[in-house]
């Protein structure tokens, strides 16, 4: 494993590069900023690489957040925020979804989101399933969509979650955990979802 001098240091180095970076016309720094301000952030050497969860946690991989490039390591704060900033841990906007293949397909519409505005993205080591492929996953022909909407696709085309990096939130269900926790392996293929939300769908105007 990585020998780690301050991983604080590295990361407080990320936190100030995505909050002035010009990259973040996608919403005022300010608006990242409350949002990490409100996170815990946590060293968990027990999962493999990030999550955040309902209770407001950032979890962090100290060893793999060394490994990655300084601009990847912006990135993956980003994409993390945006979870939360766009509600996707939050057990209304989910309603009754798979976990995994929701979890799958926010990390599309963020991604793509990122991508657009100048995030980069670090290539998977030689020793991952994935080697030579680009981080994160960010198919082109979601662009555009919501959440929702990637959601849907991936039911109907059906197999088993792709979470390359596993899952990265965890939500709260009426005192029980939906298990969306990076600790454990993507479940099985997912049935097609029957929303109990009065709109599943959100508009133009509305968030990924």
């Not at 269900?173 to 599943?200: F, I």
Request: some cysteine.
């Amino acid at each position: 494993m990585t020998t780690l001098a301050d991983p604080q240091e590295m990361l407080d180095k990320a936190v100030l590069g995505l909050f002035v970076a010009p990259k973040n016309v996608i919403r005022p720094s300010s608006f990242l900023a409350s949002l990490y301000c409100s996170l815990t952030q946590i060293w968990d050497e027990e999962i493999p690489t990030a999550c955040v969860n309902s209770d407001m946690e950032l979890r962090i991989n100290p060893h793999w957040f060394a490994s990655l490039s300084e601009p990847m390591r912006e990135t993956l704060l980003a994409h993390e925020l945006w979870h939360v900033g766009f509600m996707h841990i939050d057990e209304a906007r989910m309603g009754d979804r798979c976990p995994d293949k929701w979890n799958e397909a926010c990390d599309h519409a963020i991604n793509l989101m990122l991508e657009e505005h100048g995030f980069t993205f670090d290539k998977f080591p030689a020793d991952h399933p994935m080697a030579g492929q680009e981080m994160g996953l960010k198919d082109p022909r979601f662009s555009g969509m919501s959440a929702e909407e990637i959601y849907e696709i991936l039911v109907k085309e059906g197999g088993k979650p792709n979470l390359p990096f596993g899952r990265d939130f965890l939500i709260q269900q009426r005192g029980s955990v939906r298990h969306l926790d990076d600790r454990h392996d993507p479940g099985p293929a997912c049935l097609p979802h029957r929303s109990r939300c009065a709109r599943s769908d959100p508009g133009p105007d509305e968030q990924p």
